[in-house]
């Protein structure tokens, strides 16, 4: 497994471990020009579980691959929060912020994987 699928699967598991919802991965690595070459998206139920996703990706990112994001933004208000790891970018969204922003329906064209919720 190459370190980037690696640094994916700890993001997933980060926000499993806080009961993130509709977590789906865009893999942009055939897309000419992307910004990066996985992106993960997913939702929380509120501002504060957001803000716990955020925090639960950033603390088994850092305890299991030693990485840490070079940027994390919007955390004051918790309505979303975007982490960038370089070629991996993470966006926990409210579900009425990411109904606005509908990220994955850019990226439809490329391999989306759906990753089931955790009960």
Not at 5 to 31: C, F, P
Not at 96 to 106: C, H, I, P
Request: glycine residues 6%.
């Amino acid at each position: 497994m190459n370190q980037e699928a690696l640094l994916v699967d700890t993001i997933i598991k980060g926000l499993q471990e806080k009961k993130a919802h509709d977590i789906v991965t865009v893999d942009l690595r055939e897309l000419h020009g992307a910004i990066c070459r996985y992106m993960v998206v997913c939702q929380g139920n509120n501002p504060n579980q957001v803000s716990a996703l955020a925090d639960s990706v950033w603390e088994t990112v850092n305890n299991e691959l030693r990485e840490k994001p070079v940027t994390v933004e919007g955390q004051q208000n918790a309505q979303w929060v975007g982490m960038d790891y370089g070629n991996v970018l993470v966006h926990i969204f409210l579900p009425e912020m990411r109904a606005f922003y509908r990220l994955e329906e850019l990226w439809e064209d490329n391999n989306i994987t759906h990753i089931p919720d955790m009960l």
